[in-house]
T-cell receptor
Framework: KAGVTQTPRYLIKTRGQQVTLSCSPI?????VSWYQQTPGQGLQFLFE???????NKGNFPGRFSGRQFSNSRSEMNVSTLELGDSALYLC????????????FGPGTRLTVT | AQKVTQAQTEISVVEKEDVTLDCVYE???????LFWYKQPPSGELVFLIRRNSFDEQNEISGRYSWNFQKSTSSFNFTITASQVVDSAVYFC???????????FGSGTKLNVKP
C-alpha cells in the first residue's frame, strides 16, 4: 500500500506570495491533518479534515487554510507569505475514527525569501 | 502550558548502551492516547506506538519498550542495546477528545555513536 505523498517536496517563494501544498493520503484513510514544523516552535497542529469537512483547527491565522476533496486528497494554502512561514509542512493521514495512529508524509519544505 | 514535555533536548550514547527518553504529559481528559514517533534525518515521521489511557501495561517490541505511568503522567521510551540506526529525533504526542489533533513534545535528538 502506498504511503502518504506530498507535493511538491521543496518550494521557494517570496514574501507576499501565496502557496498551495498538496497531500494524498493512504488509500482508505479519510482523515488528513496538517502540521507545521520549525526549529523554534516544533511540530504544531494546523488543521484536520475528515470527509471534506474541517473537523479540528489549531491556532494559526486565517492566512492558513485548507480543503479536502471527495477522494480524501487535501490541499493547504498559505496566502500573503511571511518570512516566518518558512518551515517543513507535514501531512498525516489516518482512518479518522477514534484515536487511530497518524501516518506522515515526507513533508514539503517551504522557504520564504 | 505545554501539554507534552520532553525535557531531554539531546542525548548521546555509545552503541549497545541502553537509553531512556522521557515524556511527561498534561491532560484533564480521562480518555486520551499517547504516541511515540521517530523522525530520522530523512524527515518523515515514523509511527512507533500508540497507548490508551486505560492500559498501563508496559509494552515491549524487540529492543524498544515503553513504560506508561498515569500516576506520574509519564510515558517513557527505552531503547535497549542501541544501534547507530536508532539515531533520530523522537517525538512523544498526546491526543485528547479531539482525537485527530495531536500535541507533540519538542522532541529528543538521540545520537548513537559507534
Amino acid at each position: 500500500k502506498a504511503g502518504v505523498t506530498q507535493t511538491p517536496r521543496y518550494l521557494i517563494k517570496t514574501r507576499g506570495q501565496q502557496v498551495t501544498l498538496s497531500c494524498s493520503p493512504i488509500s482508505g484513510h479519510r482523515s488528513v491533518s496538517w502540521y507545521q514544523q520549525t526549529p523554534g516552535q516544533g511540530l504544531q497542529f494546523l488543521f484536520e479534515y475528515f470527509s471534506e469537512t474541517q473537523r479540528n483547527k489549531g491556532n494559526f491565522p486565517g492566512r492558513f487554510s485548507g480543503r479536502q476533496f471527495s477522494n480524501s486528497r487535501s490541499e493547504m494554502n498559505v496566502s500573503t507569505l511571511e518570512l516566518g512561514d518558512s518551515a517543513l509542512y507535514l501531512c498525516a493521514s489516518s482512518l479518522g475514527q477514534d484515536w487511530n495512529e497518524q501516518y506522515f508524509g515526507p513533508g514539503t519544505r517551504l522557504t520564504v525569501t | 502550558a505545554q501539554k507534552v514535555t520532553q525535557a531531554q533536548t539531546e542525548i548521546s550514547v555509545v552503541e549497545k548502551e541502553d537509553v531512556t527518553l522521557d515524556c511527561v504529559y498534561e491532560t484533564r481528559d480521562t480518555t486520551y492516547y499517547l504516541f511515540w514517533y521517530k523522525q530520522p534525518p530523512s524527515g518523515e515521521l515514523v509511527f512507533l506506538i500508540r497507548r490508551n489511557s486505560f492500559d498501563e501495561q508496559n509494552e515491549i517490541s524487540g529492543r524498544y519498550s515503553w513504560n506508561f505511568q498515569k500516576s506520574t503522567s509519564s510515558f517513557n521510551f527505552t531503547i535497549t542495546a542501541s544501534q547507530v540506526v536508532d539515531s533520530a529525533v523522537y517525538f512523544c504526542a498526546l491526543s485528547e477528545s479531539n482525537f485527530n489533533k495531536f500535541y507533540f513534545g519538542s522532541g529528543t535528538k538521540l545520537n548513537v555513536k559507534p
